[in-house]
């Protein structure tokens, strides 16, 4: 039976996941890597780190591929996902002319200016994804003035590079990954009218494929390394929350993801894109559908302002989830919202504090609840579909207090699941190879 791998860089580490054509997980490795560095205040990081990690976990990927009783000469395709809006410039033979700038890293005002100064008015989609100083489209800007950024030939994001790695070439990426470069969706092109303006280098821009789309082979260099068969697919890859929403099961229109982590972010999968600027909302095409969504900045961070992990576990055995605490909180862990309501200078609401740390905190759960039914609210009100059922990853989905919680306040089913993103980006070798 066929086997097809999906390999997850994340921030801290590679993890890589292989599955068979029942979609039942056949085995699993995860290597760390090293933190982020600073740039001028900014997180960064080496690409080679990427790529060293990434070559460890192969290799004990294969090794604990066969003690599993499989070969790897059975892997038929593979996906490769990074997180969203990390990318680099590399030259003509790949190699990279510049550090890698995170996902996370902001501030570059001037070139924010820029953008907003060169979009024309009415253009929603860019503005809202491109046009701030934390996007990726200024991310791009500041990289094309690093030193050694006059040699680049490629902009690729952190999945884009990997990829490109495995098969030898670069200039392609997928259309989840660059959403938040500007990519328009809908018109299926890159806004040339105004990048220009704006400062880009055109010549930088990748070819755009549909997540799932072949890119190539394997290159023979890849393939004897990795001990692959030659004519293993690589296919077009997404972004690190999207694999996870392909891991999540989640398929139908109504079906939401919430993921808990540190920020609170919600996907909902929707039969047409869902876009709006002042809700922080922007949608990604997956597979002949539309995902919408957006991060708030409420979540676990915001819990974490008041209680340790072992406070959260012990108060929340002492909460009644069934009764409502009656308290109107908007938990954040500092001042700024981004969605459903984008206002930076939203302050946290968590007061008044009653003497229970337990009826305390079942407020902070019922806040960021209803958090997240209006976020669901606002992708119906946007033109979305109603969500039927949410499924929830991350470190708050294993709190069954709070599930409960918010069952009786979003008020459909909630659940729940395991998604790890390389086994999303395996499901996107397998959809890719069924598809022909």
Known sequence: MALFLGIDIGTTGVRTAVIDAGQSLV???RVSMAVPDLLDGRPVQDPAVWWSATEA???????ELSAAGRSPSEIEALAVDGTSGTLLLAGAGLEPVTPGLMYNSGGFDEESVAVVAAVPPGTDSASSIAAGPSSALA?????????GAGRAEHVMFQADWIASRLVGFGGVSDENNVLKLGYDLVCNRWPLDWFGGAGVRLELLPEVRPVGDPLGTISEEAARRFGLRRGVRVVAGTTDSNAAFIASGASRTGEGMTSLGTTLAIKLVSDRPVTSPTHGVYSHRLFGKWLAGGASNSGGGALLTHFSRRELDSLSRRINPDQDAGLDYYPLPRRGERFPVADPDLKPRVSPRPESDATFLQGLFEGIARIE???????ETLGGPKVVSVRTVGGGAGNACWRRIRKRIIGCDVVSVAAEAAEGSARI?????RNG
């Open 429 to 433: 070798a397998l959809i890719s190879s």
């Open 139 to 147: 991310r791009l800007l500041f990289a094309q003035n690093l030193p």
């Open 373 to 379: 039914r209006n976020g669901y609210r606002s992708l």
């Open 57 to 63: 976990c192969l290799e004990t990927q294969m090794v």
């Open 27 to 29: 085995s699993t490795c």
